[in-house]
């Protein structure tokens, strides 16, 4: 079992709608990233976050220290928001080398 | 201020040979990471540097090492290639150390071996 699980690993959606993508993980962490990268291979860092909750224009991270979970929101999703969504986390246990979800690719079509 | 580099953006070698990347991070961050990201694992941490020492490892075999210089700028090298080290290499700055801080990406340098 990874570390790391992402749901959905694809999700497409129309234009406008909330979309949510979760990350689950087993280890216990200092911190949580969720970054984006579009074709082409480059990767955004949105957030990094370590309790509770942080927006930033159409997106909002929450992360739930207890039940080792974690989601990524999109409001009034738009076809730019099309890109491989990956959590990554920084284990709190010894060596805090980041291990990453699998990713979820998200379409949005117009 | 100017992002994460990397040099080269593309590179094709041969099983056998070996290979060196380069990452210029943003001016002001000690703290370089690099990863490797391949369709089947997706993505992999190799190491983090930080003020010239090697700070965490991942679990990659030996032919990858890497070193970061006293302006912050790190390489990573990969000896005797393996068809299996085709890749894309994405190097990331932060200002402190990695648990603490935003990562900023570059843009990754995609190695073919043929």
């Known amino acids: 079992k990874n570390e790391v699980e992402q749901s959905p690993q694809n999700l497409t959606a129309q234009e406008g709608e909330f979309i949510t993508i979760n990350c689950s993980y087993s280890v216990g962490i200092s911190a949580l990233h969720w970054l984006q990268q579009h074709p082409g291979g480059g990767i955004v860092s949105l957030f990094m976050?370590?309790?509770g909750k942080k927006k930033h224009g159409r997106l909002i991270a929450t992360i739930n220290i207890q039940e080792k979970h974690s989601s990524l929101h999109i409001t009034a999703s738009h076809p730019r928001d099309s890109a491989v969504y990956i959590c990554?986390?920084?284990?709190?246990?010894?060596?805090?080398?980041?291990?990453f979800g699998t990713g979820t690719r998200l379409t949005i079509i117009p | 201020k100017a992002g994460v580099t990397q040099t080269p953006r593309y590179l094709i070698k041969t099983r056998g040979q070996q290979v060196t990347l380069s990452c210029s991070p943003i001016?002001?961050?000690?703290?370089v990471s690099w990863y490797q990201q391949t369709p089947g694992q997706g993505l992999q941490f190799l190491f983090e540097y930080f003020s010239e020492t090697q700070r965490n490892k991942g679990n990659f075999p030996g032919r990858f090492s890497g070193r970061q210089f006293s302006n912050s700028r790190s390489e990573m090298n990969v000896s005797t290639l393996e068809l299996g080290d085709s890749a894309l290499y994405l190097c990331?700055?932060?200002?402190?150390?990695?648990?603490?801080?935003?990562?900023?990406f570059g843009p990754g340098t995609r190695l073919t071996v043929l």
């Open positions: 001016s002001g961050h000690r703290s």
């Open positions: 990554a986390v920084v284990s709190n246990f010894g060596n805090e080398k980041l291990t």
């Open positions: 976050l370590s309790s």
């Open positions: 990331a700055s932060s200002r402190e150390v990695t648990s603490g801080r935003s990562l900023y």
